[in-house]
């Protein structure tokens, strides 16, 4: 526990989530800030959160405010980060960091510029079972890892004017979903040196399918997949030399994983509780680093997330799916 004091800016379902994973781990959540007050007050009272603000700009013009928490939706990352970025808050971005490259590295920049610590919200990162895959991928027990596949699909809603399917919010699946997948390969894999994309876009020009074949660094390949159409295993693997992780259902959450030896041998079972959805752990280590002095992650450093915005770039281009007012 550092004792920073933090601010909610949205107050949607994702910011639902985190905020009840703050509370069930003992942070200090102090205010919360809307674009209406009836919606702030609503989400205080919910979560018993003293301050409560009509606006976002009142809610980074708190002085008592450490850090912020920002869950709009991803057409407005940028905009919101950087408000509150000039507003010398520390800052936690919900996935996907940005619409794109260019706007992550604005905001890394800003960030550096000022000394504050900044980080995106990839959660699935900072959970026990991924830092114990992280280990046993570093350890060689897999041998030389030749292959990562992960798929994140789910059936979204149907309304056009749902976020999901709303080109000018960021909609579709690449950001919202598929970003977890090219991300956990980045982190697995290293950079993509290739990037080989299929996709389909929906009624109302979003991304609905998105395949991707990569190579990497090393000469490791990963695949993925992402659907808001259908519902898959949405499992993942990561296969070695000697040995294989193949991580069960839903795998960017917190969930088991099993390592078997090329003999078929399963040679270790991974499988321990998680107290709620698990984002108190980007949390935590949100604050850890903050006291430690450092103003990036160390387990997804800055400039490794503008190279997957980057990637993301890329993939859309070779789908065809360009957002309004930022593609133009």
């Known amino acids: 526990m550092t004792g920073l004091r933090w601010g909610i800016l ?11 994973d703050l509370r069930a ?7 919360v800030g809307s674009r209406s007050l009836a919606s702030a007050q609503s989400f205080a009272d919910a979560f018993d959160i003293p301050r409560r603000y009509r606006s976002y700009q009142d809610l980074v013009g708190d002085p008592d405010v450490d850090i912020i928490y920002v869950a709009t939706p991803h057409s407005l990352h940028a905009e919101h980060a950087r408000m509150a970025l000039e ?19 604005g905001l890394r920049d800003l960030a550096e510029s000022k000394g504050l610590f900044l980080m995106e919200a990839m959660w699935t990162r900072y959970l026990p079972h991924m830092a114990r895959i992280r280990q046993l991928v570093r350890s060689g027990v897999l041998g030389r890892v030749h292959a990562l596949r992960a798929d994140h699909t789910g059936v979204a809603p149907t309304d056009p ?6 080109l000018a919010l960021g909609g579709g699946g690449l950001l919202d979903i598929g970003v977890y997948s090219v991300s956990f390969a980045s982190d697995m894999l290293g950079a993509p040196v290739d990037v080989r994309a299929t996709g389909i876009l929906g009624e109302t020009g979003v991304d609905t399918e998105v395949s991707t074949s990569m190579t990497h660094a090393d000469g490791a390949v990963s695949t993925t997949l992402t659907s808001l159409r259908a519902t898959g295993l949405n499992a993942a693997a990561i296969h070695g030399s000697e040995a294989s992780i193949v991580i069960d259902r839903s795998w960017l959450t917190p969930t088991t994983f099993r390592v078997v030896a090329d003999d078929g041998r399963v040679v270790e079972i991974y499988d321990r509780p998680v107290e709620g959805r698990g984002m108190q752990y980007e949390a935590l280590a949100a604050e850890s680093y903050i006291a430690e002095g450092r103003t990036e992650s160390e387990l997804e450093p800055l400039d490794e997330t503008v190279a997957i915005m980057g990637t993301l770039d890329e993939i859309r281009r070779q789908i065809g799916l360009r957002y309004p007012g930022v593609d133009d």
């Open 25 to 31: 781990a003992g942070l200090d959540v102090i205010a």
């Open 10 to 20: 949205a107050t949607g379902g994702i910011a639902r989530t985190f905020t009840t």
């Open 87 to 105: 507003a010398g808050k520390h800052v936690l971005v919900e996935k996907s960091f940005t619409l794109t490259r260019s706007q992550a590295a």
């Open 161 to 166: 004017d749902h976020r999901l399917n709303n």
